[in-house]
């Protein structure tokens, strides 16, 4: 085997040496060899194939000379690809010719016609500018004769002008449009990137852009067709201005100046140039007022359309329901009246449910919605309230939207202060009653006392010869259900309660709350329509689409109708308790309603909240000096105990002490919510709700104290008794004796001292002392020493004598009193 291995050795063999010297620093320098490789030229030999391509060859080819590898296949689907693709290049080189050819010609027959109107243009400004001429020649003349007229008749008459010496067109003219034309036509052709009909010729690529070899800023696509547009329309005759269009301009309260000129189509610097000739400096970024913008469009000439940011609500449309479409509802009915007086376990008895099992402190705290069916198979829908004093706001909701209430009275109670106030919320909501005496199985029931005090409050019942059913009921023993169900199955059908299922929903918001896993959930009543699974809708401040509907039952159901009571999935944010949900077309109306109500309350409460004057401002800042507040945070599980419980905090208090709630929500106890109230120094009051694990490490970091509530009796007592800390403690005197001053003596080193009879009581050292001067107050201090003989003593009898010197006072007289008293503080509570 040879070093070469059967490789060419290499050599300058095929090239053309040449040397090179190459220069270093220091002035060396080196004469280097190098090789030029000259270009391989093939040269075929007669008689060689020809091409693959060509005519009268096999495709095949000669096997022999076919590269290595290839088989005849290959070598085949090779061939007939190179040919396709030589035949698609040829169909593709005539295409561009010939759409080349159509564009050029579609130029030419442009550029023929525009030219074919600048001649008839110009032709026509020639004979417009020859009869011009003509007619100041013909006045020319006249004024020449008349000049001659009246000129000598030495007169030079070459100094007249005559006829010869009148201007005539020349070809001069003519001549130099041409020259202006074929000037302007070479400018046009010898413009960069761009072709005849304005168009840009290539692509536009990065480099052209960063250098500005295309100008900069490039026209729009709708600057370019309003460019052809003009131009087809000169082409056709046509005018090139288009006729101005007058449009109904929709008017806010407060506009900008460019969303001004954006909705009348005009340009910005027009309307700018408008507000400048009324005096009005503005730029398009700032905002005018609805009276200057009205008188801008009147100006341009359009139409003025006033609308306002309440008009988001007009897609909430209150329809008249057709009689013919109304069917039969079940009615809701209201529980009503005072705390433990057998509300929720009537109710469980006609639901034969344990809903009182489960209440904390055996009383209702919440607002529940229930439906039950009777033996007869009618629907009935139960709101049950809460009896406690604090929850005046849900007795107002469930009365607000029921069509009866019940109003339970315990019959070994008679009427109590909530009793009275659902009685007053019935007549306020004016909706019928019905009066179910409860516990009536008890050895002190007394129904007749009952139906006594009930006519103090106008409430005249049926057994006293009045309009108002009484029933009596014992929810233990369910003794008179069954009659209390058919007062209520009467005065539903004397009510005749219809509603129509088949239109969009409308219904009441009775409770709302935070879950964990579910998200915000509002218990809502329908009052009419339908709400279905997939619904879009607005309630209060918040909107939403429907995920998911759950009856009082727990079970997932597809729609809801009228009087019915379900859990609705799927609001973006807690609404509060008493809002009402409205069913809109699509989600952009919903959050344009959503996002203009909670603008509104904001506005509402900044402005409820702001002292208008100065004079206010001082007013509640010195108000609000001498007045000590306890911060809070409250946390609850609904949002009816929330607001309840925010209630029953701004009325404790008086005017040196009051409760500050810093924030109240729904939901459980958050990080965010312990960092509010460490900033405050607040404590965090939980409402049936618990804080979670990184609430509770951060308030065992900070030092927040955190209280857990499942009574609001307990948590109303707590806040009062931590608000009565913050009072002040209250000073009251107490006269322990009165002295008569007999005479002045001056003494050494003390100064005046006054001898004294105790006439009344005790003069004790310690105490306090006034000095009455014909039974007015002179002086007001203590004593600096009391004396009995030379002795100092700490106190002096009734009926003896004792000497007394005051603390830096010594304007005492004989015949002055001396009251002695002393003082004790008392502490105050709420």
């Known amino acids: 085997m040879s070093d070469n291995d059967g490789k060419k050795p290499l050599g300058l063999g095929g090239s053309r040496p040449s040397n090179v010297k190459q220069s270093f620093s220091h002035g060396r320098t080196k004469n280097v060899v190098v090789e030029t490789k000259r ?8 008689g060689a194939a020809k091409p693959a391509g060509s005519t009268g060859v096999q495709m095949g080819g000669d096997p022999s000379k076919r590269p290595a590898g290839i088989s005849d296949v290959e070598l085949e689907r090779r061939m007939k690809a190179l040919a396709m693709a030589r035949a698609r290049e040829s169909d593709e080189a005539a295409k561009r010719e010939a759409e080349e050819k159509e564009r050029a010609a579609e130029r030419e027959a442009r550029r023929a016609e525009m030219e074919a109107k600048e001649a008839e243009d110009r032709e026509r400004e020639e004979r417009a500018k020859a009869k011009a001429d003509e007619e100041k020649r013909k006045a020319e003349r006249a004024a020449a004769k008349v000049k001659a007229d009246t000129a000598p008749a030495g007169a030079d008459a070459s100094a007249l002008p005559g006829e010869n010496a009148v201007d005539r067109p ?9 020259r202006e034309r074929d000037a302007r036509e070479k400018a046009a052709k010898a413009k960069p990137g761009r072709e005849d009909d304005g168009r840009r010729a290539g692509k536009l690529t990065l480099n052209d852009a960063l250098t500005g070899r295309e100008g900069g800023r490039q026209r729009s696509m709708a600057a370019m067709k309003r460019k052809q547009d003009r131009a087809r329309a000169k082409a056709m005759g046509g005018s090139a201005e288009r006729e101005k269009v007058f449009r109904d301009v929709a008017l806010p309260p407060a506009i900008t100046v460019s969303e001004l000129a954006n909705r009348m189509a005009e340009r910005v610097a027009d309307v700018v140039k408008a ?3 009324n005096g009005i400096m503005a730029t398009q970024n700032q905002s005018i007022d609805a009276d200057t913008a009205e008188l801008i469009i009147e100006e341009f000439g359009h139409t003025v359309v006033r609308v306002s940011d309440a008009d988001v609500e007009d897609v909430i449309k209150q329809v008249l329901d057709d009689p013919k479409d109304l069917i039969s509802r079940p009615p809701i009915v209201t529980i009503m009246g005072h705390v433990d007086h057998g509300k929720t376990s009537l109710l469980d008895a006609i639901r034969h449910a344990k809903v009182v099992a489960g209440e904390a402190g055996g009383i209702t705290q919440h607002i529940g919605a229930y439906q039950v069916k009777t033996d007869g198979g009618s629907l009935l829908t139960f709101l049950d309230t809460p009896g406690h004093a604090a929850f005046t706001s849900m007795r107002s909701r469930g009365a607000q939207v029921t069509d009866i209430v019940v109003l339970v009275v315990a019959a070994d109670d008679a009427v109590m202060p909530q009793t009275i106030e659902a009685i007053n919320h019935a007549k306020a909501a004016k909706v019928p009653m019905i009066v179910a005496i409860n516990k009536i199985d008890k050895p002190s029931a007394n129904p007749d006392k009952v139906r006594t005090d009930l006519l103090m409050h106008e409430v005249v019942v049926e057994k006293m010869s009045g309009d108002v059913q009484d029933v009596e ?4 023993t369910g003794k008179g259900l069954d009659n209390l169900l058919e007062a209520i199955a009467l005065q539903a059908e004397i009510l005749e309660l219809k509603a129509n299922p088949d239109r969009a929903a409308v219904g009441a918001v009775i409770e709302a709350q935070l879950d964990v896993g579910r998200g915000p959930v509002a218990t809502v009543l329908i009052q009419n ?4 699974q997939g619904d879009i809708f607005v309630v209060g401040e918040q909107y939403g689409k429907v995920r998911a509907l759950i009856n009082d039952k727990g079970e997932r159901v597809a729609e809801a109708g009228p009087a019915v009571p379900v859990e609705v999935l799927g609001l973006n944010g807690t609404p509060e308790a008493g809002d009402v949900l409205n069913v809109v077309a699509t989600e952009a109306q919903a959050r344009e309603i959503a996002e203009y109500r909670e603008k509104a309350s904001k506005e509402k409460r900044a402005v409820a909240g702001a002292a208008t004057t100065l004079e206010q401002l001082m007013a509640n800042a010195k108000a609000n000096q001498n007045v000590s507040e306890l911060p809070i945070v409250v946390k609850a599980d609904v949002q009816g105990s929330a607001e309840a419980i925010v209630q029953a905090m701004e009325k404790i208090g008086n005017d ?8 109240s929500g729904v939901g459980a106890i958050t990080e965010s919510d312990i960092g509010l109230a460490e900033a405050s120094g607040a404590p965090v009051f939980g409402f049936n709700v618990r804080a979670n694990a990184t609430a509770r490490a951060s308030a065992n970091q900070k030092g927040v104290e955190i209280r857990y509530y499942s009574v609001i009796y307990d948590l109303v007592d707590d806040v009062k008794k931590a608000a009565s800390g913050l009072l002040s403690a209250e000073i009251r005197e107490k006269f322990i004796g009165y002295a008569t001053i007999k005479d002045v003596f001056k003494v050494s080193n003390v100064g ?4 004294c009879l105790v006439t009344e009581g005790v003069a004790r050292r310690s105490a306090g002392v006034r000095l009455l001067r014909d039974n007015v107050v002179i002086h007001e201090g203590t004593l600096k020493t009391l004396k009995r003989f030379k002795d100092e003593v700490a106190e002096v009898q009734s009926g003896q004598e004792c000497g007394m010197a005051f603390e830096a006072y010594d304007d005492v007289r004989p015949g002055d009193v001396i009251e002695i008293f002393e003082r ?4 105050r509570n709420l």
């Open 39 to 46: 270009k391989r030229v093939v040269v075929p030999k007669p």
């Open 170 to 178: 020349s070809a001069a003219g003519p001549r130099k449009v041409d």
């Open 275 to 277: 507000l400048m000739n």
């Open 473 to 476: 009921v014992s929810a233990l």
């Open 529 to 532: 329509g339908t709400l279905r």
């Open 656 to 663: 040196e002490v009051r409760v500050r709630v810093l924030h």
């Open 752 to 755: 005046k001292v006054a001898g």
């Open 824 to 827: 004790e503080s008392v502490e």
